[in-house]
């Protein structure tokens, strides 16, 4: 019989061959396999929390786009996806491919910051965004303002910004105003917008003012608009430029000297000699701070001083305490936000937890990872913090910000030098100070408790020198606020 043939099985094979293909591979097949797989992998996503992204199905490959909070956020995704419909592959009817390409990787941000400097034609933006479709908006409209060519940014996405503030708006219309001004200056942080700048046209200057009078975007908005400055510094790009009048071939040197003792050869010296006010004091003790800002201007204008720009928390609290302490005819206006500072030392640890008690213990060992192999200074025999500690602290602060829902208590140790009640003096003294220091940076009070320990809890011997500077530390105690309760 025709079955008992082998050429009989091969036809019936390829008969069952073409069957299957057309079940898998035909035109209604396929579309409802495309849709099968990309409700499935919505609903993995669902079921992992990964509310942020979305998937579309091409096949069985699916495309994520969206905004991820972190890397690990969007591997977890990708991973989930992937076994929405089990093992996967072609007959058996999963997912084959998972990919990321329209994924932004978007981190949570503290402070939320943006900013914009013109310098003659040339427009430089930082800070970040909460989208691509804002971040591209802002790009585009100072393209369009003042020439592709003419353009920098250093704009990145983040995670963070006030629900009630129109972000694109308010930069665009920034980057309106500055257009008009023949230099200047925006700051954009959370909801309040700064813009600083000068004009030699007063109609302009009245025009940008309404302009920004009239800007309903969600932010509380405070200009500095004038003439031109009678002396400007400015700082972008690693450069730093002095442009406009100083009193005196003294003072010109003076200011150079520092600048380049502070810039290297990032310097630029456009001014003149010429009538100028006895600004050169306060300007001199200025700079410095100025050299550790990452953009900003330092103007002189009439009888006031403008500092704006980004720096660290460190640099802004040292310049506001050193502007304080002099007495002059001159007052200082600040636009000055903060940038956080690096710390590799917190690589690893995961600070944006949502459980309570993993939270606690991130906080805790970043302040002790941190504090490894860094210090806090004193000078010495006082409670007053070293400078040269201003990094350590800039440091700390970035993980108090995310960490604001604990509780910190900062506590001061000693060697067994001298007498004990000294000491103890001394620590308290020094716990003091520091838990000042991060109040005065703008950390909640309630936060943060002080408590000095003097001799009675050493980490090393008494008996070596060695062993006497390990035990002069301040510490970071961790807790949360039911237990200090």
């Given at each position: 019989m025709a079955f008992d043939r082998p050429?009989?099985?091969?036809?019936?094979?390829?008969?069952?061959?073409?069957?299957?293909?057309?079940?898998?591979?035909?035109?209604?097949?396929?579309?409802?396999?495309?849709?099968?797989?990309?409700?499935?992998?919505?609903?993995?996503?669902?079921?992992?929390?990964?509310?942020?992204?979305?998937?579309?199905?091409?096949?069985?490959?699916?495309?994520?786009?969206?905004?991820?909070?972190?890397?690990?956020?969007?591997?977890?995704?990708?991973?989930?996806?992937?076994?929405?419909?089990?093992?996967?592959g072609v007959f058996i009817g999963g997912v084959t491919k998972v990919t990321s390409r329209d994924v932004d990787v978007v981190p949570m941000v503290s402070s939320f910051a943006w900013g914009a400097i013109r310098e003659g034609r040339q427009i430089t933006l930082e800070g970040v965004a909460p989208d691509r479709q804002s971040l591209d908006a802002i790009e585009t409209a100072a393209r369009d303002m003042f020439g592709a060519s003419n353009v920098i940014s250093r704009m990145s996405l983040a995670d963070g910004a006030p629900d009630q503030v129109d972000w694109s708006r308010a930069a665009t219309e920034s980057l309106a105003a500055l257009n008009q001004l023949d230099r200047g200056s925006a700051e954009l942080t959370n909801d309040r917008l700064v813009l600083a700048g000068q004009t030699l046209n007063e109609e302009t200057a009245q025009a940008v003012q309404a302009s920004l009078d009239a800007l309903d975007a969600g932010v509380a908005i405070t200009t500095f608009i004038s003439g031109p400055a009678e002396w400007t510094a400015t700082l972008g790009n690693g450069e730093l430029d002095f442009s406009g009048t100083v009193a005196?071939?003294?003072?010109?040197?003076?200011?150079?000297?520092?600048?380049?003792?502070?810039?290297?050869?990032?310097?630029?010296?456009?001014?003149?000699?010429?009538?100028?006010?006895?600004?050169?004091?306060?300007?001199?003790?200025?700079?410095?701070?100025?050299?550790?800002?990452?953009?900003?201007?330092?103007?002189?204008?009439?009888?006031?001083?403008?500092?704006?720009?980004?720096?660290?928390?460190?640099?802004?609290?040292?310049?506001?305490?050193?502007?304080?302490?002099?007495?002059?005819?001159?007052?200082?206006?600040?636009?000055?936000?903060?940038?956080?500072?690096?710390?590799?030392?917190?690589?690893?640890?995961?600070?944006?937890?949502?459980?309570?008690?993993?939270?606690?213990?991130?906080?805790?060992?970043?302040?002790?990872?941190?504090?490894?192999?860094?210090?806090?200074?004193?000078?010495?025999?006082?409670?007053?913090?070293?400078r040269v500690s201003g990094?350590?602290?800039?440091?700390?602060?970035?993980?108090?910000?995310?960490?604001?829902?604990?509780?910190?208590?900062?506590?001061?140790?000693?060697?067994?030098?001298g007498r004990g009640a000294d000491n103890k003096e001394l620590s308290t003294q020094r716990a003091n100070a520091v838990r000042t220091y991060f109040i005065e940076a703008g950390i909640e009070p309630d936060l943060l408790s002080a408590m000095g320990y003097g001799e009675e809890q050493p980490v090393a011997s008494n008996r070596t020198a060695e062993g006497r500077q390990q035990n002069r530390r301040i510490e970071f105690s961790v807790s949360s606020a039911e237990d200090a309760q």
């Open positions: 050429v009989f099985w091969i036809g019936v094979a390829g008969l069952i061959l073409t069957g299957l293909i057309t079940v898998w591979f035909g035109p209604q097949s396929h579309a409802n396999t495309e849709d099968q797989v990309e409700r499935a992998a919505s609903a993995a996503l669902a079921a992992g929390g990964h509310d942020w992204a979305t998937a579309k199905a091409y096949g069985q490959r699916v495309a994520l786009s969206g905004q991820a909070p972190d890397e690990q956020s969007l591997q977890e995704a990708s991973n989930d996806v992937m076994a929405a419909l089990g093992p996967g005196d071939e003294e003072t010109r040197n003076a200011l150079a000297e520092l600048a380049r003792s502070a810039f290297d050869e990032q310097f630029a010296d456009n001014s003149r000699i010429g009538a100028a006010g006895a600004w050169g004091p306060r300007v001199r003790l200025a700079l410095p701070h100025f050299a550790r800002f990452r953009s900003g201007q330092i103007s002189v204008l009439e009888d006031r001083i403008r500092i704006s720009g980004r720096a660290p928390a460190s640099a802004i609290t040292f310049l506001r305490e050193d502007m304080s302490a002099l007495r002059d005819d001159y007052e200082v206006l600040y636009s000055v936000e903060e940038s956080a500072s690096e710390a590799t030392e917190l690589a690893g640890i995961n600070l944006d937890s949502a459980d309570p008690t993993e939270l606690r213990a991130s906080c805790q060992q970043g302040f002790t990872q941190i504090m490894a192999s860094n210090q806090i200074l004193f000078e010495s025999g006082s409670s007053r913090i070293d990094e350590t602290l800039d440091k700390l602060i970035g993980v108090m910000r995310r960490c604001d829902t604990l509780r910190i208590e900062v506590q001061g140790h000693t060697d067994a030098t």
